[in-house]
């Protein structure tokens, strides 16, 4: 088969996937719920079908390992998630999965010097108990055990999800990847629209983007909206309306700074009633930490600045402060000699989202290979591939390996 043909293959694949849904009609796949069940049967009869020998750890990660000659070789993990966000689309992450079986299956049998591991990691959105990267955490060795208690809608722990899929959460600390390791790389659709704009179908990640996420309130009185006076009113809505044009304009005149207010609820939340309390989210994203976080002083301050002019209390509660994350050099460099000898030019982007990539990076070297997503859509039904780009992440990643040959001297 061309590489052309492989891609179609996995094309075909992923959308085969996406039928395992918890939810008639569209693609739901949470956590060790019944339809991974489905995926990981699919996908391991390929992996096997590939040459590879294939498990499921205690954190519900499907993995597949292609042997080297060698017991004392070391090992390359390619890998991503396998759980989706509710109606989600057919690729995010399950596409990185399965080119990896895919670029394993074009060797046809042939041997390589180290071994490569097949990582369907169980967990990456956290959608069921709201704690996103159980399986990654646990391959990497950072799985905090008080998660197990967590609970989703249903009053089950993840404990529990653990053992109902046959799983032993005693055993989780087998989940950690063996040594010596080469590395992790992930192949991932963009979820953005850079690489579609430029027209490009691949692109090597430098970095994975710092957040900030911040619980904002917003405090005033509630009172009758017909008569009480504009100029007597502390309507926080309305203080909230103000700080979120504030929120748009930090970004808009800083370079590279995202900036979202993704959530607002307003209360009492009558027509009638003018607001006394309104709960907002803050979502803060740059590469370069030191921009992100003087851009979260920024709007800690305009938030106190509007409070007190409109007679408003504040409430500030950081949620989340995660460091950008950077890819290891030495692989960024051996996947962009890939790429270009692959002829797919030498672009690099950060990555705004996060991805299972910066929780393995604080256990080996990592980076990621992106590929274009149509008019960057993700997260959603519509998220489509175009095969041929598909077909050029199968020839780097194929390269990727020929070059890690060359390099490593294994």
């Known amino acids: ?154 009053g089950l722990s993840v404990s529990d999800a653990i053992r109902a899929y046959g799983l032993d959460p005693a055993r989780l600390g087998d989940a950690q990847a063996a040594s010596p390791a080469i590395g992790y790389i992930e ?52 203080g909230a309306a103000e700080w979120i044009t504030a929120v748009e304009r930090e970004a808009a005149a800083t370079h590279g700074l995202v900036a979202t207010v993704g959530r607002i609820h307003a209360e009492p939340g009558a027509g009638n009633v003018i607001p006394g309390r309104c709960d907002l989210s803050l979502d803060v994203r740059h590469a370069d930490d030191g921009v992100r976080r003087t851009a979260v002083e920024h709007l800690a301050k305009a938030a106190r600045d509007i409070a007190s002019r409109r007679k408003l209390d504040v409430g500030w509660e950081a949620r989340l402060d995660q460091a950008t994350v950077a890819m290891d050099g030495g692989l960024i460099s051996s996947l962009m000699r890939a790429v270009e000898e692959a002829g797919f030019g030498s672009r690099h982007m950060c990555s705004g989202a996060g991805h299972d990539a910066m929780i393995v990076a604080a256990r080996m070297p990592a980076a990621m290979l992106f590929l274009r997503c149509e008019k960057g859509i993700s997260h959603h039904p519509s998220e489509s591939v175009r095969e041929e780009d598909v077909a050029a992440a199968l020839e780097a990643g194929r390269r990727f390996l020929d070059v890690l040959r060359q390099t490593l001297h294994v």
């Open 1 to 154: 088969m061309t590489s052309l043909e492989h891609a179609g293959e996995v094309i075909r694949r992923c959308r085969q996937l996406a039928e395992c849904s918890e939810v008639r009609g569209e693609t739901t796949r949470t956590f060790l719920s019944k339809p991974m069940r489905d995926v990981h049967s699919r996908l391991a009869g390929w992996m096997a079908a590939a040459g590879m020998t294939v498990r499921v750890d205690a954190a519900g990660n499907l993995r597949g390992v292609y042997s080297a000659a060698s017991n004392a070789a070391p090992t390359l993990f390619i890998g991503s998630h396998l759980d989706t966000v509710p109606n989600a689309g057919p690729f995010d992450g399950v596409l990185g999965v399965v080119l990896g079986v895919a670029i394993l299956e074009m060797l046809d049998g042939g041997s390589l010097p180290f071994n490569v591991e097949v990582l369907g990691f169980s967990d990456e959105e956290g959608v069921r108990f709201g704690v996103p990267f159980i399986g990654s955490k646990a391959f990497a060795g950072s799985f905090d055990s008080s998660v197990l208690a967590r609970r989703d809608a249903t």
């Open 187 to 238: 192949f991932h659709i963009e979820q953005g629209p850079v690489l579609d704009d430029l027209n490009a179908p691949l692109a090597v990640v430098d970095a994975i983007v710092g957040q900030t996420r911040v619980d904002v309130a917003m405090t005033g009185m509630a009172n009758h909206a017909g008569t009480t006076p504009m100029q007597t009113r502390r309507d926080a809505l309305a």
